[in-house]
């Protein structure tokens, strides 16, 4: 059974940076897309960047590129969200997200085995 665990979260101040990891298990990693999600209070799960199995292909939400990185590393099964110039708007939960499929996604439904999430605090 594939399993998610994210990790990196935590409390950083306003223009900080934090890298949050999502290690998964099982042997299909490489060919398969994910993707990273956020979820603050109150409000829906959203798109943030997926990338493609393989070598990678990368996606963003509009509003985040430039901010947000995704990458991945086919060897250590293991994806990264790379953030920056962290803004109090960016407090969420942050889920990792992989799909039954080579090609990465932005939509919610489209992705079948989530990890638990790890919650970005940005104070001011």
């Known amino acids: 059974q594939v399993q998610l665990v994210e990790s990196g979260g935590g409390l950083v101040q306003v223009g900080g940076s934090l890298r949050l990891s999502c290690a998964v298990s099982?042997?299909?990693?490489?060919?398969?897309?994910m993707g990273w999600f956020r979820q603050a209070p109150g409000k829906e799960r959203e798109f943030i960047a997926a990338i493609d199995g393989g070598a990678g292909s990368t996606y963003y939400t509009d509003s985040l590129e430039g901010r947000f990185t995704i990458s991945r590393d086919n060897a250590k099964n293991t994806v990264y969200l790379q953030m920056s110039n962290l803004k109090p708007d960016d407090t969420a939960i942050y889920y990792c997200?992989?799909?039954?499929?080579?090609?990465?996604?932005?939509?919610?439904?489209?992705?079948?085995?989530w990890g638990q999430g790890t919650q970005v605090t940005v104070s001011s």
């Open positions: 099982g042997d299909s990693f490489s060919s398969r897309a």
């Open positions: 997200a992989q799909r039954p499929s080579y090609s990465a996604r932005r939509l919610v439904h489209e992705y079948d085995i």
